[in-house]
């Protein structure tokens, strides 16, 4: 077998496990905050802001350093790197006494952790130009294949061990995922050196050099952005249904599943016709489909009603990341793919930071359904802008 479709392997189940374990922690985070002392519903949501933002604090100014160094020394070690500091955080998080050690060792997590775009940046290097947005396509599916398993076995074992115990096992589960990329990847020899000439500032002035690649990275921010508004509060959002206190991270943690069941086959389906149907249209399609659903979320009443929204939900969100990751790596040389997926996912990671604390300000002035009319609204704009966009 050839080493990428190997490596491809390989990284997608080691994603999927990665994700799941993370994911699993998502449905009840805000209740785990309540259990270390935080008792209203606006420093509840104040604080879920912070905590789900803290690892992209930190990630956002480490992550292009990673991918340069990623270039350098190899990307293996980077991912490496990644997925054991990610099991650290993990149990770390699992001994925290109060909200603000919860916080501290989430920054902790973003400073070692990063495991996506350092798959992302080996799955790009080592995949042919012409199988890239299939490979990229295939490991976005894994990351959402994690996100269906990791909510609602999350709520599950949250009901029957306890919010604290749950760290736990995702950092042994973690743990496993790194020892089997230590002993089952085999990264092939870099070309040349060269890539020890680009520095983070080189990379960056690549990017902003070319106005269909700013735009790109501008475009992940928002589409990373508008879904981490959601994600402090929607727990919250589900308990505003009356859902039984016993039954909410199970009910919750199945709604996150629908919306990755979908994205997973939406993902896996159009990432192998991305470079066929084009960037512009699938994009388009993806954002405005996400957009729609986001507003719909809004005149919800029961919780029937939301299944077949999160279906379609899912059906155009699990387009929208492969297709930016797959528009930035386009044309880019091997010996800088690192760095510069690095930087697109630091866009992303901004997204990741700034939606969660945006989301605490907005729901005490707002309100938590409006919140969803605000995320609808910003994917409609990146559908609106992919149309306008000029591909490579």
Known sequence: MEIWKRNL??????????????SAVVPFLPLFI????????????????????????????????????????????MTLRAIYGLAISQV??????????????????????????????????TTPKE???????????????????GPLIGGILSDFLGFRNVFFVVGTLVLVTGICI?????????ESQESKNYSFFDNLKFIFSSKYLWIVGVLIFM??????????????????????MKFLPTVTGALYSIVGIFSTLSSALFGKRIDKIGIKKTLSFGALTTGGMYLIHFFIE?????????????????IIIPVL?????????????????????????????????TSGTLVIMFGLRPMFLFAGVIFLIIGLISQRLKTN
């Open 9 to 22: 392997i390989i990284l997608w189940i080691s994603q999927f496990l990665a994700m799941a374990g993370m």
């Open 34 to 77: 309540r259990e270390l002392g935080v008792t209203s519903i606006n420093e509840t949501a104040t604080w879920s802001g912070f905590v789900f933002a803290g690892p992209f604090v930190v990630s956002f100014f480490i992550t292009p350093l990673w991918g340069v160094l990623g270039d350098k020394y190899g990307r293996k070690l």
């Open 92 to 125: 770390l998080i699992g001994f925290s006494q109060n909200v603000e050690q919860l916080f501290i060792f989430r920054i902790l997590q973003g400073l070692l952790s990063g495991f996506y775009p350092a798959a992302l940046a080996l799955t790009a290097a």
């Open 131 to 149: 199988k890239t947005g299939y490979a990229l396509g295939l490991i976005q599916s894994a990351s959402l294949a994690g996100n269906i398993i």
């Open 182 to 190: 230590t002993f089952l990847i085999n990264e092939p020899p870099r």
């Open 223 to 244: 589409s990373a952005f508008g879904e981490a508004l959601l994600r402090p509060i929607f727990v919250l959002y589900i308990e505003s249904f009356h859902i039984e």
């Open 302 to 318: 029961t919780i029937p009603f939301l299944v077949p929204i999160r279906i379609f939900l899912g059906l155009g969100y699990g």
């Open 325 to 357: 990751f797959t528009a930035l790596s386009k044309d880019i040389p091997d010996i800088r793919k690192g760095g510069i997926m690095g930087i697109g996912s630091s866009f992303q990671i901004l997204g990741n930071m700034l939606g969660p604390i």
